[in-house]
């Protein structure tokens, strides 16, 4: 009866190598960051030509209601 409730170390070693829990966490963890550093790259890419469209549409907007 105690070999179900004990359970030796060289098997709870097979078992953490054989888990596969951590494995897609880590994945999903790397395809978080890729999409991240893929939205960082564009930001800056195109940081300047938004903020410069978003300047021209301002000063349209300002000059068509005359402030």
Do not use: C, N, W
């Amino acid at each position: 009866m105690s070999k179900f409730y004990y359970k030796p170390p060289h098997r709870s070693v097979k078992d953490l190598l054989a888990a596969e829990d951590g494995v897609t966490a880590i994945e999903y963890g790397l395809i978080a960051s890729s999409i991240a550093l893929a939205f960082i790259a564009i930001a800056i890419l195109l940081g300047d030509d938004v903020g410069a469209m978003f300047t021209s549409l301002s000063d349209a907007v300002q000059s068509a209601t005359g402030d």
